[in-house]
């Protein structure tokens, strides 16, 4: 039947998920995830084709997201206080995954994205060009805007260093808890968002302030070569 359909087709992404999540695209074939789901290897084929379509059904069940933070960014409009700007630019990029992390099973589709974000070939999935950059896009896009006066690949740079501190927050690997001796908790929604915020918002604002700082120095030199001897 039509629902029993549905639901087997639910299985197999929530299966794929958590598995694609602990071993990546390669690490994982159609079979395992069918014997996981408990389905025959032909069903999985049956309603994902390949495992390149079962992969991508995994972020596709996941657009909401996307779509409402392209919603909020296609409203955004820039403070006066460039500062501010900023951080509310960083806080749509960042709130909705750490909230959808903390979310029962939000966990793995979490640690999905930290490994397609990492992975050398994703480019050839095109996964992250469909489902993720169109984000990363509009950001850019009100950065640029907000801050004409800087080099465009300053605050492309930024952004792409912005993005791996989100990335290797989503890897959850329980590292900070071993680093910081049980301090710090990676469970704990609000106090990732308040310290990466922070972090994320502050090192875009210091790149900012170090290519203008460049810019004026170059001026100011060019300016010395120029002048006549002595003046």
């Not at 159609?30 to 789901?37: S, V």
């Not at 390949?50 to 995994?58: F, H, T």
């Not at 099973?105 to 992250?128: K, T, Y």
């Not at 912005?162 to 990335?167: E, Y």
């Amino acid at each position: 039947s039509i629902e029993s359909g549905i639901r087997t087709r639910g299985v197999i992404l929530r299966v794929a998920e958590r598995l694609f999540a602990a071993k990546g695209f390669d690490g994982v074939s159609m079979r395992e995830i069918g014997i996981e789901a408990g389905v025959p290897l032909a069903l999985v084929s049956y309603h994902f084709k390949s495992k390149l379509g079962l992969y991508r059904a995994v972020f596709r069940a996941h657009e909401a997201i996307t779509k409402a933070r392209i919603e909020q960014l296609e409203k955004f409009r820039p403070s006066e206080d460039s500062e501010k700007t900023v951080r509310d630019l960083v806080l749509i990029l960042v709130q909705p995954v750490i909230e959808m992390a903390a979310a029962p099973g939000g966990r793995d589709f979490a640690r999905l994205i930290a490994r397609e974000v990492n992975d050398p070939v994703e480019a050839e999935r095109g996964v992250l060009a469909e489902f993720i950059d169109p984000v990363a896009k509009l950001i850019i896009g009100h950065l640029e805007r907000a801050f004409p006066e800087l080099e465009k690949t300053t605050v492309h740079w930024t952004f792409l260093f912005a993005s791996g501190a989100l990335a290797i927050n989503h890897a959850a690997t329980g590292r900070i808890e071993r680093l910081s001796g049980g301090r710090c908790h990676s469970d704990d929604p609000a106090e990732i968002i308040d310290h990466l915020v922070d972090f994320i918002a502050g090192g875009i604002l210091a790149a900012f302030s170090q290519d203008t700082g460049r810019k004026r120095r170059s001026k100011n030199s060019r300016n010395r070569a120029s002048s006549p001897a002595g003046a």
